[in-house]
């Protein structure tokens, strides 16, 4: 089983910019994907950015050019460089683990953005 621990969300005004990292541990090899899920109050939670394990990233159309998702294999963390942040990217945000078809997420770490 996977364990994650998210940090980094709080308090931003628009056009700033935060880092969010979600450390893994337990049985983390052979962990596929790992990816950055989000869900604003009274929304669905989505997608936002995934990578693989060979280091392919992809994007949901909102956040590309502003969002930036990176892995670290050696410290078993996965980052969330967020710029240019809008109110509208204000939502809890959920790191997910992707191990043999299996699912595992963190807790979540809120972020809010003031206009």
């Known amino acids: 089983q996977v364990q994650l621990v998210e940090s980094g969300g709080g308090l931003v005004q628009a056009g700033g910019s935060l880092r969010l990292s979600c450390a893994a541990s337990?049985?983390?090899?052979?962990?596929?994907?790992m990816a950055w899920h989000r869900q604003a109050p009274g929304k669905h939670r989505e997608l936002v950015a995934r990578?693989?394990?060979?280091?392919?990233?992809s994007y949901v159309n909102s956040v590309k050019g502003r969002f930036t998702i990176s892995r670290d294999n050696a410290k078993n963390t996965v980052y969330l460089q967020m710029n240019s942040l809008k109110p509208e990217d204000t939502a809890v945000y959920y790191c997910n683990a992707i191990k043999m078809g299996v699912d595992s997420w963190g807790q979540g770490t809120q972020v809010t953005v003031s206009s």
């Open positions: 337990g049985s983390i090899f052979s962990i596929n994907v």
């Open positions: 990578i693989t394990d060979s280091g392919m990233t």
